[in-house]
Each structure stands twice: as C-alpha cells, then as structure tokens.
C-alpha cells in the first residue's frame, strides 16, 4: 500500500527521533506538541478562562495543564452533544533523576548534585554516561509576577561515575548500588569550581551550587537572583539516532512513552489532511498525553486526576442544545486507546515471554491483555481495533504476560474504571524498556501512527456496527 510505503516509514521514524531529542523532559514534550499543533491550525485554550460558545464544528483545539500534560481535539462536522469521542491517550514522563530541592553536595573534593530518582529506572544504565539538566524555571520578571521558562543545558555537565573494579571485585557476578548514596552526579571538582557567588537570593544560594545556578541563568539570558524555583531532571545527551546494520531500530532514550505520543499526535494531525477531512464525522477526535504515569498517575496532571473528564464535560457544556445528559452519552458512545510501549521478546531471554504471545520488532503495535489485572482490553474493544487494522493492513500482535511474572501498569484501567469508557491498551515493542537507552523498530513508528490516523477517521462508522451493550 501507498501508505504503508517505505519512503512513510522511513519519514516517520526519523521524525520520532527529532522529536525525541527536542524533547528531554515532560516540559519540552508538550511545548513541541503545541508548536506542532499550532502550525496544524489548532487553536490554543485556556483552562482558566470559558469555552462557551468557544468549540464549533470542524474546529481544532488544545489546551494544556501544568506545562506538562497536553489534551487535542478535532469536532467532526457532524459532531451533536452526546456523540462518541475517539480518543488516543499516552503519557508525556519518563523514569529518570530529578534535582532536589536542596540539591547542594560536597564529596570527597567534588561537587555533587542531589537528585531523586523518578519512576521505575535501570538506574544502572545511568552509570558512566553524558547527563546534564532540562526542565522548566520559574523566573521573576521584574514585575512581581513570574514567568516559566523552559531550560536544557545542551552540555554534558554531570556524570555517575562507576567504581573501579579493582576496588570491588565483587561487581562481576552482582552490581549493587544504594540509590541515595551511590547515584549522585558529580558536577566539578571543588578546585576548578567559581568560588565567586552571583545569587543574592539567600535560598536559593544555599541550596544548589553557585555555578549550577550560574550556568542556567546563563542559558535563560537572566540574572541568578531572578531564579525563584525549578524542576530539573537529569537526561542522556546522547543524541537517539537510527541504527543497526539495516537501519531498523531506533536506538534512544524515553521511547517509553514518546514513541506513543509521537505517534498519538502525528495520527491525529495527519487525520485531518484537509479542513474538511472531519466534515462527515459525527465524533470528536482526541489526544491525551497525561504527565505522572511512571509514578503512578495520581497527580493533577495524571490519568488518575478529572482531566479528561473535566475537558469532555466543557467541550459538551459549549456546544449548545445538549441534553442533561450529554455527557453520559457520550461516554457510552466513546473508545480510547490507551498506548503505551509494551516488552519486545528479547532473543537473549526469550523464556521470559509467553510461548505463543512475543511481540517483536518491526511486526507492527501489539495489544495487551491481562486477565489477573482490571485492565481495559475486551475481545470487543480489541475486534474493533484489529478491524481497523485488518482493513488497512496494518499487523498486529497480542501480548500476554506469564502465568508466572508481573506486569507493569497503564493509564487505560483506571480511565476505563474512573469513566466507564471502552478502552483497549496498545503499544509498540521495545527493547530495554526504562533503560536509559531503549530500543524500538523504525517501521513500528510508522504503522501505529497510520493505526491512529485510520482510527480517527473510521471509529465513528464502525461503533454504529457494534451492537455489544
């Protein structure tokens, strides 16, 4: 097929990994997103301020929450209040170190920074590699008011060194490390640091190192003392990058999860080719990249807090004439695919997988189905997505975990729960899933973003079909 062409997959795999090295921190995922989103003729919304009278037919919206959760919505033309939403959601965080609030530490003749570890890491995969800091500050702007600024320090400005193996011969058969003792970055050694001290802000002075502050006040073009706060993680400045003999993996770190925000965000757009591709369409098509989910979800910004809900009741409350019970309807009428990256069978332990369920690289998203756990999959929400699939041709795999191990958790439960909304879970395969260099199939990218596009536009004419109550 046209659309399945070599010349689309190679194009979407190497715009993944521009978007992931634009992206080093949850901030700079949806700054990009609505870069991308603006310059697709998606008009930006504002939580704090009315939507009424705001959301039309054939519009295109947005908002965002936190600077680090981002909600996109397409209205069909034919969009009533009590219609179905076709929705993608996915999340925006990944494991990682972020500094703490006093992160000021001296070691041994060096400067160090305190961090904590975020998320589910293999925090050994940080050892001896190029990091250095991305996140948002919050500046003061001479007004008595403050403005968020987005930072990433492009240069490799910290490092975990690991232990000599002289010193611990131990480390060939088991290496152990305590996470609050033995992964603190080293900044600079103690001689070659400023000992001049440009913060006049006593606080802030006392808890990061000078030249810490220094260096990103020097790359926001701001003063020390108009630092008032930030959050800072720690990333790889390894750029992702394609590889492999046959150029079939994409080789980076945070695919889980921007391979499915990616994706999520590419389908919707490309969805809406041309102003009138949603002209027919009875549904709203949406995406949802939720912040928080390596840590559980439970934040104002996750998947577990009222966002979705809140934005679905606005958008219904701004369309006129709807009934009391729009939004009950619409639920019932609605379909989520909850994507996120699912473990690829690994050729070096291939028993960990289940024998006939072993999703592989670059053989198209898999879907997830655990009967032990109150996930969202269904054999009727996974016939309509395998539907979808099988009339485009695009593959799909099935992924099942072992009678005996555990599985990791999504935001699709609990959005199905909170919401009684169907909901399938969908992701691509990926290699050293949480290491902080993952590994993902160049082609995967571009048939699960063709698997949204044509979700988006066939949803809506399908669900008439289905007649599961």
Known sequence: MNSLSKAHLQRQAEQLVDFVNKAPSPFHVVD???????????????????WAGAIKPNGRYFFTRNGSSI????????????????IVGAHTDSPCFKLKPVSKKTSSGFLQVGVQVYGGGLWHTWFDRDLSIAGRVMVRDGAGGYDSRLVSIQDPIMR???????????????????????????????AKALNGDNASDK???????????????????????????????LYDTQKATIGGICNEFIYASRLDNLNSSYCAVEGLINSLSDESAAAEDSHIRMVALFDNEEVGSTSAYGANSALIESAIRRIQASCSNGSATAFEESIANS?????????????????KHEANHRPELQKGPSIKVNANQSYATTSVTST?????????GIPIQE????????????????LSAQLGLRTVDMGNPLLSMHSIREVCGTDDVGLCVKLFEHFFEEFASLDAKITVD
């Open 32 to 50: 990009v997103c609505r870069t991308w989103l603006k310059g697709a003729q998606f008009v930006e919304l504002k939580e704090k301020q009315s």
């Open 71 to 86: 909600v996109a919505f397409a209205v069909g033309g034919k969009f009533r209040p009590g219609n179905g939403i076709s």
């Open 160 to 190: 975990i060194p690991s232990l000599a193996i002289h010193l611990d011969r131990s480390v060939r058969e088991a290496f152990t490390y305590n996470k609050e003792t033995h992964l603190t970055p080293i900044l600079a050694t103690v």
């Open 203 to 233: 606080n802030i002075k006392c808890a990061h190192h000078p030249i810490l502050l220094d260096r990103i006040a020097k790359e926001l073009s701001v003063e020390v003392a108009d630092i008032a706060d930030f959050e800072l993680c």
């Open 335 to 351: 379909f989520m695919i909850s994507s996120d990256v699912t473990h690829a069978v690994h050729p070096n332990y291939s028993e």
């Open 384 to 392: 309509i997505l395998k539907d979808i699939a099988k009339r485009n």
């Open 399 to 414: 992924f099942v975990v072992r009678n005996d191990s555990p599985c990791g958790s999504t935001i699709g439960p609990m």
